[in-house]
């Protein structure tokens, strides 16, 4: 079922918007925003309620405060930032809930924004508690959710609060970037143009096993690289040498490995090895799959990746999901940046970034701006990749 978008909102002059927005922003030792990505990419949705006279009162979650005022992890930066950027006043108050909180929200007028401070300063946000997000959605008409990197939680301010906001009469809807995420990642689950690639790196098979069982159901093949290709590798009785692998996932690769026959399920056919896995380590490709003793897989070679080059070349839809290597350090960057500039450059196909270090790969081999799309969910693009219906989406309004 489609889930109300913010298009769908026609007249809410005057109402009082709950808006869920993603602020978790890297700071560095001063306090200063590294990254303002996120707070960037929640501009178009505040612009639109702020033309449309709205109220509209943010909340987010700063790291990890585990339920403890930590001034270190206060969201005050993100209101400086978010001013700047859209050239307008945003108030900051430093609680979410309680007196101080109601009496800024009584005061508000049409077009203003208020931030509201760290949610997890509480135990009860990511508890999903009732009673918080009763204090969090008093004296609010609409709810809106544009944090897809937090769906995958049910929280107060992702779950709860919305179902109290409806049961109330008012709508819950997707924010732009919300909205762009289920088109473009919904869009490539449920009906692809075809040939779909799905590209899966990354250092951990256990991390993707419900990506990979599922994609192969969908995918017209699916492309392994990372540290979790060894597991495979070992899974298969080729030499790994001393390559990061889980040693109590072997079974478990063997059984999707039975899953995929059958399947165009494509692994390494051979390494860049390194003595370390460490800048200025010595190096040279494998000669065939296996990996030499005393040596360590840290990124594909040179066959892989041209067979890669040549699947995504004839693709329609791309989903990728994980890097090829140890891309931070040069030496072993190769085979990631070789992926992404072969996936930014089919532009016949539409392109899915999903998140995490593969959002950092294209940007860090400069083409970021020629995919089609970078999602902004690393743990919530995974479990939507997964086939998971998302808490903080389910929790939105069906479209009639």
């Not at 808006?19 to 030792?29: E, F, H, I, K």
């Not at 889980?246 to 490995?257: G, Q, V």
């Not at 494998?286 to 070679?301: P, Y």
Request: glycine share 12%; net charge positive; proline share 4%.
């Amino acid at each position: 079922m489609a889930k109300l978008s913010l298009n769908d909102l026609k007249d809410f002059r005057g109402k009082t918007v709950l808006c869920r927005v993603d602020y978790n922003v890297p700071l560095d030792a001063t306090g200063a925003i590294t990254d303002d990505k996120r707070i960037k990419a929640t501009v178009p949705t505040l612009d639109y309620l702020v033309q449309g006279g709205a109220k509209i009162v943010l909340c987010a979650h700063l790291g990890r405060p585990k339920g403890k005022r930590d001034p270190k992890q206060s969201l005050r930066p993100c209101a400086a930032k978010l001013a700047e950027l859209t050239g307008g006043t945003v108030n900051f108050v430093d609680d979410c809930i309680g007196p101080k909180v109601e009496q800024m929200v009584a005061g508000m007028e049409p077009g203003q924004i208020l931030l509201l401070e760290n949610l997890r300063f509480y135990a009860e946000e990511e508890k999903n508690d009732a009673g918080f997000a009763e204090k969090l959605a008093k004296g609010m008409d609409i709810y809106v959710n544009d944090a897809f990197g937090t769906a995958h939680r049910a929280h107060a301010s992702t779950a709860a609060a919305a179902e109290i906001i409806k049961k109330r009469g008012g709508k819950a809807a997707a924010g732009f970037l919300m909205e762009k995420e289920l088109k473009y990642l919904g869009g490539a689950l449920a009906n692809p143009a075809r040939p779909f690639v799905a590209i899966l790196g990354g250092a951990k098979v256990s991390d993707k096993i419900a990506v990979i069982e599922n994609l192969l159901q969908m995918a017209d093949a699916v492309l392994i690289g990372g540290a979790m290709a060894y597991t495979f590798n070992k899974a298969q009785g080729f030499g790994i040498g001393k390559s990061l692998v889980e040693n109590d996932k072997i079974d478990l690769a063997k059984e999707l490995l039975a899953k995929a026959k059958g399947k165009k399920f494509l692994l390494p056919l051979d390494h860049l090895q390194a003595t370390e896995p460490k800048a200025g380590a010595t190096t040279r490709i494998t000669d065939g799959v296996s990996i030499e003793d005393g040596w360590c897989g840290v990124d594909i070679g040179t066959q892989t990746i041209e067979r890669y080059k040549k699947e995504i070349a004839g693709a329609k839809t791309i989903i990728w999901n994980g890097p090829m290597g140890i891309f931070e350090i040069p030496e072993f960057s190769n085979g990631t940046f070789s992926v992404a500039k072969a996936v930014a450059g089919n532009k016949a196909a539409t392109s899915i970034i999903g998140g995490g270090d593969s959002a950092k790969a294209v940007k860090a081999a400069g083409v970021a701006k020629e995919v089609t799309f970078i999602s902004t969910g690393g743990g919530a693009s995974l479990e939507f990749l997964e086939g998971k219906e998302l808490p903080g989406v389910a929790a939105l309004s069906d479209k009639n």
